[in-house]
Each structure stands twice: as C-alpha cells, then as structure tokens.
C-alpha cells in the first residue's frame, strides 16, 4: 500500500504562485508514475501534470502536462523525501480546484484517472480575481 498526503494548497489572488506537496509513504518503490489531477467546482476531475517515479524504465518524457497549465505549472520531485512538488506561477481563477495526487503501479497513460491506483485527500485551490 502507498499513502499520499497532499499540502499546500490555499486562497490566492490571480497572478499569484503557490506550491503543493504530497508526500509518499509505504511501498513507494512499486510506484512507477505520479500525476497531479483537479477537480473545478460543478466539474469532472482531470489531469493536470505526470512525472515518473522509481519504478518507470520507459524512455519516454520524464515529465508531461494538461495544455492549459503548460508554461505556468512545473512538476518536480524530491527522492530523498518521497515528496513530490507542483509548482503553480500566474494563477488565474480557472485554476480554483481541488488537487489530488496520485500514484500508478503500472505503466500507462498519465492522463487517465483510471489507472491510478493511490490518491491523496486533496487539497482546496482558490484564485480569486
């Protein structure tokens, strides 16, 4: 089992930045790959940014991202904390969601909620004009 903790998360104004966390625990070394997903008010959850973990060989893009946050968002990690990072530059209030983490087991796309296997709690994201 992997446990993921998100934080991080809280009110900003538009043009703003703010940086979340999630933290792994447990069997980290099955994961193969981390995505960041938010989920808008009224909205379905979607995908916001993918990075690969210990487990992925695939000689692929280390990391990917949704188009709309590409060039303001970055995805990184930290493998001495298990932690993974994103950072959000030039917030603007389409981005208030909630974010979720989440881990995968298996290679696959990074785009799809379905093949997440672990998810974090969530954590409230909201841009205010």
């Known amino acids: 089992q992997v446990q993921l903790v998100e934080s991080g998360g809280g009110l900003v104004q538009a043009g703003e930045s703010l940086r979340l966390s999630c933290a792994a625990s447990?069997?980290?070394?099955?994961?193969?790959?981390m995505g960041w997903f938010r989920q808008p008010p009224g909205k379905e959850r979607e995908f916001v940014a993918g990075i690969k973990w210990s487990g992925d060989r695939w000689s692929g893009e280390d990391t990917v991202y949704a188009d709309s946050v590409k060039g303001r968002f970055t995805i990184s990690r930290d493998n001495t904390k298990n932690t993974m990072y994103l950072q959000l530059n030039t917030l603007s209030p389409e981005d208030t969601a909630v974010y979720f983490c989440?881990?995968?087991?298996?290679?696959?796309?990074?785009?799809?909620?379905?093949?997440?296997?672990?998810w974090g709690q969530g954590t409230q994201v909201t841009v205010s004009s």
């Open positions: 989440a881990g995968r087991t298996t290679y696959g796309s990074f785009y799809s909620a379905q093949g997440y296997a672990y």
């Open positions: 447990g069997r980290t070394l099955s994961l193969y790959r």
